[in-house]
Every structure is written in structure tokens, then in C-alpha cells.
């Protein structure tokens, strides 16, 4: 995200409406990572039972997530690009239409699609034409890559934050993923 003001901070970008098993995708606000501690976060209005379904030009009452309580979380209605405004004075979310990056509108219409389950990495081809898939921890160094024309998966001997590079002919499509 990025810092508007004090307190305020703004995400521009793509969201998919259903994971690869075909379920909801969820996101909470993460305020400050501490390791082994996902509880220190930004939810839905924990007064609400269950996820909420964000919709375009509505602002949500958010929550500080503390243990014991609701871990709710929002999903978006469909595929698409969303603007995101965190206002953490205020304790809400405003959901607004998103716009596509400069790299993202020169890019193909098929793009492929990284998720992360467990200690695996999964990229899906989603039609793309994929030359190669490499794996980068924070540090720079490649630790796995294949010279995939298909769908192919990396499994992470320890977990941390990762970019997935994925080359497809003249695009070139970055990732970061977490792995626990």
C-alpha cells in the first residue's frame, strides 16, 4: 500500500474474485508483521458475522483484529481492478474502481496466475504462453525455475516472502508470495 497521509494509505490493482478450488478469495490489512503473529490486523466490522462482499463506491467500518475475535475478512463480487483507501484514523475502507498499471495494459489479456498452498507454489499457465518460471527470495538469489510450458509448482524447503518471475515471450509478469 501506499502512504497518503498520516494514517492513510491507498492499493491500486488487480483482485480475482475465486481461487484455483473454486472458493471466495478473502484479504484483511496486515498493520505490522510479527513473526508467527497473523492477529495483528485490519478485518471487516467485527460487530458482522462472516466475510463481506466489497462492492465499487462503498466505504466498510474495518476492525482491529485482536485474538478471540471475528477474523472476518472481504471478497470482491468479481474479477477486476480496485482501488483500495485505508483510513486507519477513521477505521474504514473505501472501495473504489481501480485502474490498470502502465505494464498491465500493454500485457496480454492471458495472464498467468501464482498462488501459494502450504509450502508450495503453484503457477497456472491460465492459456499464457510461459517460456520459463523463476523463483526469487528477498535477497535476489534464484532458488528454483523450470523452462515451463505448462503448469508447474516449486516446493519451498522454508517458508518467507518470494517474487515469481514469469516470462511469457515479450511480457514479463512478477509476483510476490508469502509462504508460510
Known amino acids: 500500500m501506499t502512504r497518503v497521509s498520516e494514517g492513510v494509505f491507498t492499493w491500486n490493482g488487480f483482485l480475482y474474485a475465486k481461487n484455483t478450488e473454486g472458493g471466495d478469495t478473502e484479504f ?5 508483521l510479527i ?5 495483528n490486523c485490519f478485518v471487516f466490522d467485527q460487530t458482522q458475522e ?3 462482499l466489497i462492492t465499487l463506491g462503498e466505504t466498510y467500518t474495518i476492525s ?6 471475528h477474523d472476518n475478512k472481504f ?5 477486476g481492478y480496485y482501488k483500495l483507501t485505508v483510513d486507519l484514523n477513521a477505521l474504514t475502507l473505501l472501495v473504489e474502481q481501480g485502474d490498470p498499471t502502465a505494464i498491465e495494459e500493454v500485457s496480454a489479456a492471458v495472464k498467468p496466475v501464482v498462488t501459494v498452498s502450504g509450502s508450495t507454489i503453484q503457477v497456472l499457465t491460465n492459456g499464457a504462453v510461459v517460456d520459463d518460471v523463476m523463483v526469487f527470495d528477498l535477497l535476489g538469489n534464484c532458488v528454483a525455475s523450470t523452462a515451463a510450458d505448462s503448469d508447474c509448482s ?8 518470494y517474487v515469481v518471475r514469469i ?6 509478469y512478477s509476483n ?5
Do not use: L
Open 28 to 32: 484483511k490489512f496486515i498493520n505490522q
Open 35 to 39: 513473526a508467527g503473529n497473523w492477529e
Open 50 to 52: 462472516g466475510n463481506q
Open 64 to 69: 482491529y483484529f485482536t485474538a478471540g475475535n
Open 75 to 79: 471478497t470482491v463480487p468479481s474479477d
Open 154 to 161: 516449486f516446493d519451498m524447503a522454508h517458508g518467507g516472502v
Open 167 to 172: 516470462n511469457c515471450g515479450n511480457a514479463v
Open 176 to 180: 510476490k508470495v508469502i509462504v508460510k
